[in-house]
């Protein structure tokens, strides 16, 4: 056929780019949050991900999704899920980077800042591919709920904290790595778990204590080809933590029935499932009756992964409209030169950066338990932090992908990476307790302490530096002391979540971005959508700072 026309003006993809390299607001958070953290790791991690390598198995791991294979070609039920070779290779590198179970190494403990570089580590991979993560996220907040069984963390937590990756559905003993789920919510209760009917019959001891035979079933059930999991299900003292593995000690297949696999609005490359236990073979974990406690205190690690995961998402979404807008031209400019335009790609920034740095302000929490305020603010801004910047995840998403005109639209190409992030947006607001969860669990962590106190210490360094800020500073106290009533819960993790935000971009960020999230957040010189921050805002440094490669001889 002969040639009817020249292809120009498409952007270049966003490729074989270091993308810690390239996020000055991610670094600016490490500084401030973990000023020791040696940062080589991330910045090799960050090299890796934005391989083209990579993202070729980020859209082969989710366009090659997994298949249920519930018998074999005898007829025999063996329950697995097959994945793409992509997919172990994302796994592989997820493990290898240690974003799973290795924050509780004895080695990584001693650094003092485990779990802030493994969040830093998170976020980044969560930019190349999400869903994989679900598996990895699982086994990141397991793995400390497991030592309510000693015998059975001493024989796990070396797998667990491994970084390999061994999806072979054997022994854990003759595993080079583990990975856990986790497995709550049933048909007829979603996040209310105390009406689960599954229950657990007492059928002896062990060396690794009270066994049970567990009958009953688990509406949402992911990554169901991991090792073991933790349930909860129904003894005779109430509902209890349980820990069920795949492969008994003797080497048979525990009977664990897989239903069938969701097909879900997104989180493609990820296995999420329905399953139904008949005999299966479980130990306890914890006290017989005090399931809820402790799962509440795994969900508190998966909420700090719903955060951290979205606003990865938030920064990947951001790096590819202004990789777009950068390159493509539009009535004689660059996008990016144009005015509006800049509006917008500021406004994206302002907010991708406010959620890094809470994001990353409540992973530091979680290293230093050994502190009161952290403790306390680590229960305060788990629920603030994932209500606030989950919520915030699909409409920033649609608003970048608008960016890019129809080619955000298409499933294809560089530019098909954000229409997997605008479907992959609503879940980390849904899984683990969706916003209204979230509120009542902030109004809940409220009563705990002098939460007025403690938000007042964490806003003074920023007190007087803007005078919106102060306002929301002194008004806040005042709406903690009143406990808001339940209906105004939302709007409360509302609030806090913006003082925090901006009293930490005061911390860490130039002048510029504190401003202009200051006047718009809190300011009331803001509209009801992304692209309409004020005329005096300082667009060249905010979108300068954003950009996804780091400027020659940077980084």
Same mark, same amino acid.
């Given at each position: ?62 366009? $090659? ?31 290898? @980077? ?11 403990? @001693? ?29 990141? !907040? ?11 963390? !001493? ?8 970084? $390999? ?60 080809? $991991? ?6 299900? *129904?003894?005779? #003292? ?20 897989? *239903? ?11 296995? #999420? ?56 031209? @539009? ?20 907010? #991708? ?36 910047? $989950? ?42 307790? !969706? ?24 806003? !003074? ?19 903690? *002391? ?18 925090? *935000? ?49 400027? @020659?001889? #940077?980084?």
């Amino acid at each position: 056929m002969s040639t009817t026309h020249e292809v120009f003006n498409q952007p270049g993809p966003l490729v074989d780019v270091n993308l810690f390299a390239g996020n000055q607001a991610l670094q600016a958070a490490l500084a401030f949050n973990a000023p020791s953290l040696d940062t080589a790791p991330l910045h090799a991690l960050g090299e890796r991900v934005g391989s083209a390598e990579m993202q070729t198995h980020a859209r082969l791991a989710n366009v $090659c999704t997994p298949q249920l294979k519930s018998h074999d070609r005898f007829g025999h039920r063996i329950d697995q899920v097959e994945f793409h070779p992509s997919y172990h290779a994302l796994m592989a590198a997820a493990t290898g @980077a240690g974003l799973h179970g290795t924050p509780y190494a004895p080695t990584e403990q @001693a650094s003092g800042h485990a779990h802030v570089k493994r969040a830093a580590g998170f976020m980044l991979f969560t930019e190349l591919e999400p869903s994989i993560l679900c598996p990895i996220s699982m086994t990141y !907040a397991v793995t400390p709920a497991l030592q309510g069984n000693a015998a059975i963390y !001493a024989d796990w937590s070396a797998g667990l904290t491994s970084r $390999c990756h061994d999806p072979v559905l054997k022994r854990w003993r003759e595993k080079t790595g583990l990975t856990m789920g986790m497995g709550m919510t049933e048909k007829q209760g979603g996040s209310d778990v105390r009406a689960n009917t599954t229950r657990a019959e007492p059928v002896g001891q062990d060396d690794w204590g009270q066994r049970y035979r567990v009958t009953g079933h688990k509406w949402f059930f992911s990554a169901p080809m $991991c090792d073991a999991f933790l349930i909860l299900a *129904q003894t005779a #003292s109430g509902l209890s933590c349980l820990f069920l593995p795949r492969v008994l000690p003797d080497g048979s297949l525990n009977p664990l029935a897989i *239903q069938r696999l969701k097909d879900k609005l997104g989180n493609k490359a990820n296995a #999420s499932s329905e399953v139904e236990f008949a005999g299966t073979t479980a130990w306890l974990v914890g006290e017989e009756g005090r399931g809820v406690p402790q799962i509440l205190a795994m969900g508190s690690m998966t909420r700090l992964d719903c955060a951290l995961g979205t606003s990865g998402l938030m920064r990947q979404a951001l790096s590819l409209a202004l990789n777009h807008a950068s390159q493509r031209q @539009a009535f004689g400019k660059t996008l990016i030169e144009q005015p509006l335009m800049r509006n917008v790609l500021a406004d994206l920034a302002l907010e #991708s950066e406010a959620a890094t740095a809470l994001a990353l302000r409540l992973a530091r929490s979680f290293d230093r338990r050994d502190d009161a305020h952290e403790q306390f603010m680590s229960r305060l801004l788990t629920p603030v932090a994932k209500f606030w910047i $989950c919520k915030r995840g699909s409409h920033f998403a649609q608003e970048a992908m608008e960016c890019l005109g129809g080619n955000g639209y298409v499933e294809e190409g560089g530019e098909g990476v954000l229409a997997r992030i605008y479907r992959e947006m609503p879940l980390n607001s849904i899984w683990e307790g !969706a916003g209204n969860i979230m509120a009542l669990d902030l109004l809940r962590a409220l009563r705990k302490a002098d939460a007025a106190e403690a938000l007042a210490h964490e806003l !003074a360094p920023a007190r007087g530096m803007h005078p919106a800020l102060d306002h929301l500073a002194e008004r806040l106290p005042l709406q903690v *002391q009143d406990m808001a009533t339940e209906i105004e819960a939302r709007r409360l993790a509302q609030d806090v979540a913006l003082a925090v *935000q901006a009293a930490l971009l005061a911390q860490t960020a130039p002048g510029a971005v504190f401003s202009a999230f200051c006047d718009s957040r809190l300011g009331g010189q803001w509209g009801h959508s992304f692209g309409s921050l004020g005329a005096g805002t300082d667009f060249d440094t905010i979108i300068e700072r954003a950009m996804p490669r780091p400027a @020659a001889g #940077s980084g």
